[in-house]
């Protein structure tokens, strides 16, 4: 039953309530009033009946009404219950949001100092990269400096080495020179002391003695069919001159020194090589001439 329905009903009622009296004294009035009275009296109990019921259903319908209040109202109390609940929770929240901010501003002032700090050591390691760079390029400098200096120093001993033989040749010359001079003068006074003999023709002569001693090294480094020996042009080592390599005293190969020759060191190639047998750092490197001569 609808709320409509519900008033129409109770309006019935009350008009019934209004009208009944009227309708009956105006039926007295005009007809046989005891019939009419009957009439009215069963149409009253009716009416009365209606009422009953609708007293009835309005109560029930109160009840109901009542009882859906009542649900409602349950339902109100929880949901502002959890209203509530929502806004202490929303409360927490945002005390958590603002928790969450402070410590975002705190990592972001620290990013930012990170990247600072980032920046000045990126800033130092350049530098301190290009620190090393221009260290290495003094170390390069200073080593091919140093490795022009040692060659210098190879060449200046290599010609003191050569003007040492040449001055020991010039002495020994000097010496020839002076004993010639001497057993000359010593014949010229026995020629003017005997006339008669026979007067010495002078045999002085000015030759280098031909070398008598090896030339002997060993093998300093090995690059391919190329091998470098630690004797030079201060011991008498020339480009085009064969070499023999030895080992315990046996032939390894033998080596024609090209014209990479410096004072104290020289590069010959590998010609001839014995069998089952190889090249070695630290063999004996003589000049074939001295040992085909031992």
Not at 133 to 154: C, F, Q, T
Not at 190 to 204: G, Q
Not at 252 to 273: M, Y
Request: aromatic share 6%; glycine share 4%; with cysteine.
């Amino acid at each position: 039953m609808t709320t409509i329905t519900k008033i129409f009903v109770i309006l019935v009622c009350l008009f019934a309530f209004i009208f009944t009296p009227l309708a009956v004294s105006f039926a007295a009035r005009s007809n046989n009033w005891r019939k009419l009275t009957e009439d009215y009296a069963s149409a009253l109990e009716v009416a009365n009946a209606h009422e009953r019921s609708a007293l009835a259903i309005a109560a029930s319908e109160i009840e109901r009404y009542k009882a859906m209040w009542k649900k409602e109202n349950d339902q109100y109390q929880a949901l502002q219950s959890q209203y509530s609940q929502l806004v202490k929770e929303k409360g927490d929240l945002t005390l958590k949001h603002d928790d969450l901010a402070r410590s975002r501003a705190a990592w972001e002032t620290s990013a930012g100092l990170l990247a600072a700090e980032m920046a000045v050591k990126s800033k130092h390691n350049e530098e301190l990269g290009k620190a090393k760079e221009d260290a290495l390029g003094r170390e390069r400098e200073l080593r091919v400096r140093n490795l022009e200096l040692s060659d210098r120093v190879k060449e200046l001993s290599a010609q003191q080495v050569v003007l040492t033989q040449q001055l020991n040749q010039k002495i020994q010359e000097i010496t020839a020179y002076r004993d010639e001079n001497k057993r000359l003068r010593e014949g010229s006074i026995l020629s003017a002391a005997s006339p008669a003999a026979a007067s010495p023709t002078p045999t002085a002569q000015s030759t280098h003695a031909a070398r008598t001693s090896p030339i002997l090294g060993k093998v300093r480094a090995i690059r391919g069919t190329l091998a470098t020996i630690d004797v030079g042009s201060s011991s008498g080592v020339q480009a085009g001159m064969r070499m023999v390599v030895l080992r315990n005293g046996d032939w390894v190969c033998d080596l024609e020194i090209t014209s990479q020759v410096l004072p104290t060191e020289a590069v010959g190639e590998i010609r001839l090589q014995a069998e089952n047998k190889q090249i070695r750092e630290g063999d004996v490197v003589e000049d074939a001439e001295s040992f085909s001569r031992s």
